[in-house]
């Protein structure tokens, strides 16, 4: 059941697998996700359309609002109520998820093949369960995983994400913060799922464990191979996992390109000052800032989305930009129309 333009449609079924193995794993095109708000309609993901690669996690940064968040839930189909508009096509190793019923999504593709790891994750346990029950929980009530062979697979990725065995018969007020996030980590990979999605999976960590839990990932993508979508404001965490970079800024996507050229050089103007407010170690730079605010999503502007804010602005960005590709990056702004 998809809810568009504040109507239920019945979508029909049509035959077909994932194809491992084949073409990009994960596909999104023209995706958009609005809200139903008392004061008009949120339009919290606008046209939104990349690919990611096997083998390679994505970075998605922008201010908090500008839809990242959204975006993820679009791709997993975990909506709320007040939907009036949710279209495009989101296809995972070539099948498209948007033909699939609610039942079919829920047990064929969200935990089996498609994770989250959502934010506030530490305190997502429950407190009076004991934490194995709740990673091997998934492999129990979908997977029809028998309940030794289930807790064996919750050890394996206890060992995986670096906690302790013997913490599978403890309750979440006895795990630190950083063993808390750890054990999420191991209930999004129970399944061994295609892709993680990671919503700002450091938050409210401090430095220390922040570093241990991008270590863990880190070497989770290298020896599993694991595909990561990685949900972030924080640009130094995002660099230490992506190959990838999406830009988002007021719902739309704005750059998708290489984490090897973004980090160095961004090509949106928006992209730019972000990478500009960070402060360096080995660079004697003042960090520089975006005058403004986002635009409310309720009543977006006309044209060029951020060229209230823009250094670069002129007449053409009244009109809304498509994206443009740029030596192999994609960058909606006017200045690269003629590449």
Not at 170 to 177: I, K, M, N, Q
Not at 208 to 219: D, G, R, S, V
Not at 308 to 329: A, N, Q, T, V, Y
Request: charged share 25%.
């Amino acid at each position: 059941m998809i809810k568009t333009n504040g109507k239920t449609e019945t979508i029909e079924e049509k035959p077909g697998d994932f194809a491992a193995g084949e073409g990009p794993l994960l596909k999104v095109e023209d995706l958009r996700l609005y809200f139903t708000a008392t004061n008009g309609v949120v339009r919290a993901v606008e046209g939104v359309s990349f690919e990611l690669s096997r083998g390679k996690s994505l970075a998605i940064i922008g201010e908090s609002g500008c839809g990242k968040t959204s975006l993820a839930r679009s791709i997993l189909r975990l909506l709320p109520q007040n939907i009036h508009t949710y279209e495009g096509r989101v296809l995972l190793e070539g099948k498209d998820l948007m033909e699939l019923s609610d039942e079919r999504f829920r047990k064929q593709v969200r935990w089996a093949k498609i994770s989250m790891v959502p934010q506030a994750a530490m305190n997502s346990l429950n407190p009076v369960l004991k934490v194995g029950f709740q990673v091997a929980e998934p492999m129990l009530m979908e997977r029809r995983m028998g309940r030794e062979e289930a807790y064996e697979r919750a050890r394996e990725v206890f060992r995986i994400v670096g906690i302790p065995v013997d913490f599978l018969d403890r309750y979440a007020f006895e795990l630190s913060g950083g063993m808390r996030q750890r054990a999420i980590i191991a209930m999004a990979l129970i399944a061994n799922p295609s892709l993680v999605v990671l919503d700002e999976p450091t938050s409210a960590l401090d430095v220390l464990t922040q570093a241990n839990i991008m270590n863990a990932l880190k070497k989770i993508k290298m020896e599993l191979n694991q595909n990561f979508i990685l949900i972030t404001h924080d640009i130094a965490t995002s660099s230490e996992l992506a190959d990838e970079v999406a830009c988002m800024y007021a719902g739309q996507l704005v750059e998708h390109s290489k984490a090897s050229r973004f980090y160095k050089k961004p090509l949106h103007p928006y992209a730019q000052k972000l990478m500009a407010s960070v402060p360096t170690l080995r660079e004697e730079k003042k960090p520089d800032f975006i005058t403004g605010q986002p635009p409310s999503l309720l009543n977006p502007p006309k044209g060029c989305r951020f060229a209230i804010r823009c250094h670069k602005k002129f007449d053409r960005c009244s009109e809304e930009p498509p994206l443009f590709s740029h030596g192999g990056e994609m960058v909606k702004c006017w200045l690269y129309e003629k590449g």
